[in-house]
Each structure stands twice: as C-alpha cells, then as structure tokens.
C-alpha cells in the first residue's frame, strides 16, 4: 500500500466512526426520555456509594443543580449539571440509593444552558 492508500483508509474510518457516533445519539437520545444512565466513579474506577447529596433534589431538569460526594464529613467530589456542547441535551447529575448517578436528558427545542433546560 502506498501513502494515498492510507489517506483513503483513514477518511473511511472517520466516516464510519462518524456514522456510529450518530447512531449511538440518535438511537438513545429521545425527545423528553431520559435513556442514558450510568454511575459517576472516581478517578481510580471505585463507584460512588456513600454521602450523596443533591442540590435540585433529583431528576429536576429546568433547575441547575450540583451533586457533592462525601465520607466521614469531608467532601470528595461535586458533579455539575452541565450542557453538553453544540446540543440541547442536559447532563443531570442526581442521587440515586445513596450512590452518585447521572442521565441524559434532550431539552428539545427551548435548548440548554447554563446547567438547564430552558423554560
């Protein structure tokens, strides 16, 4: 293979890569449905499981909220409900069983900001 054999192998790939990522969003991200779901960790992969408290009381899309990990009294993490870039889909960060948890939520047309939904 020559120089202009991998130019075209690599344009495929990110093409593909493209196509997959647009999938992925639009298979799992629904107007109004909160279809993504994970666990926040820490750094060195442990799940957060103790001392979780929410400063918009859960799953409150139009209010900007941030979700603080402690032990002991000492705070460890804060986790901030954030827009993610170029969307109108809201990263929310809520309680779940004492653990951190977080979902995706598409603001649909009124947009994100700041941490939100827009009303």
């Known amino acids: 293979m020559d120089a202009g054999d991998?130019?075209?192998?690599?344009?495929?790939?990110?093409?593909?890569?493209?196509?997959?990522?647009?999938?992925?969003e639009g298979n799992n991200l629904d107007r109004g449905v909160t279809s993504i779901t994970g666990n926040a960790v820490l750094p060195n992969g442990q799940n957060i499981s103790t001392g979780c408290v929410d400063t918009d009381n859960g799953k409150t899309y139009n209010v900007y909220g941030n979700v603080t990990y402690s032990k002991d009294g000492n705070n460890y993490c804060l986790f901030k409900d954030n827009c993610i870039v170029n969307?109108?889909?809201?990263?929310?960060?809520?309680?779940?069983?004492g653990m951190v948890r977080y979902t995706y939520y598409d603001c649909a047309a009124a947009g994100c900001s700041a941490g939100r939904c827009n009303p």
């Open 6 to 24: 991998y130019k075209w192998l690599s344009v495929i790939a990110v093409f593909v890569l493209a196509i997959g990522l647009y999938a992925f």
């Open 87 to 97: 969307s109108n889909v809201l990263k929310e960060f809520y309680c779940y069983q």
